[in-house]
Every structure is written in C-alpha cells, then in structure tokens.
C-alpha cells in the first residue's frame, strides 16, 4: 500500500516561491508517475503536473508551465513541485496522486490516479 504524505504549503506573498514535497512510503515511489493536483474552492480538482516513474517525461499544465517545476528524487521516495512566481488564483490545497502506469497525455486526470494524499493548503496573498 502505498502512502502519500504532502508538505511545504502556507501563506506566501504573490510572487514568492515554495517547495512542496511529496513523500512515500509504503510502496517504492519510482514505480509511480505522480501527478500534482490543487482544488480551490468551489472548482474542480485540476491537474498541474505530472512526471513518469523515472523521470523520462513531465507534463504541466498551460496555468502553471514557466512558473512550476516538477521533480522527483527515487532515492529518497521524494516528489517535488517548485513554485515560483505565485499568483493569488494559485490558492488551494495541493495533492500529489500516484499511478502505477499513466499516459502523459492523460495525467492531468485525477480520476486516472490510484493513491493520493491529504493535501496541503498554499495560499497566495497580500
């Protein structure tokens, strides 16, 4: 079973940056694609990024591409996603979702995802 846990979320400035970190056990993450999701209130859960179990392919959404960076770090059983340059529309709780196998083209679908965390909130404002 594996298991998710989101950190790095909290109040930050518009234009400032965060680190948010997906952390696995249970499981060996590098057997995942991830994909980082966020859902503000009163709208859908929308995809942002996602990245191939080795690393091989990422994809981001056109929101968020320029500005998030998504990685990962196997050895740790780590995934990142660099924020940078933050928008007050980026407000919501983020989630990370794991799948044992994806298409890029349709990771940003979180009903494609297998396991998923608690989320952490990140709030963007002045």
């Known amino acids: 079973q594996l298991l998710l846990v989101e950190s790095g979320g909290g109040l930050v400035q518009p234009g400032g940056s965060l680190r948010l970190s997906c952390a696995a056990s249970?499981?060996?993450?590098?057997?995942?694609?991830i994909g980082w999701f966020r859902q503000a209130p009163g709208k859908e859960r929308e995809g942002l990024s996602c990245i191939s179990s080795s690393g091989e392919w990422t994809k981001y959404a056109a929101s968020v591409k320029g500005r998030f960076t998504i990685s990962r770090d196997n050895a740790n059983n780590t995934v990142y996603l660099q924020m940078n340059n933050l928008k007050p529309e980026d407000t919501g709780i983020y989630y990370c979702?794991?799948?044992?196998?994806?298409?890029?083209?349709?990771?940003?679908?979180?009903?494609?995802?297998?396991?998923w965390g608690q989320g952490t909130q990140v709030t963007v404002s002045s």
């Open positions: 249970g499981s060996t993450l590098g057997s995942y694609a």
């Open positions: 979702q794991a799948a044992r196998s994806i298409l890029r083209t349709m990771c940003t679908l979180n009903n494609l995802f297998d396991f």
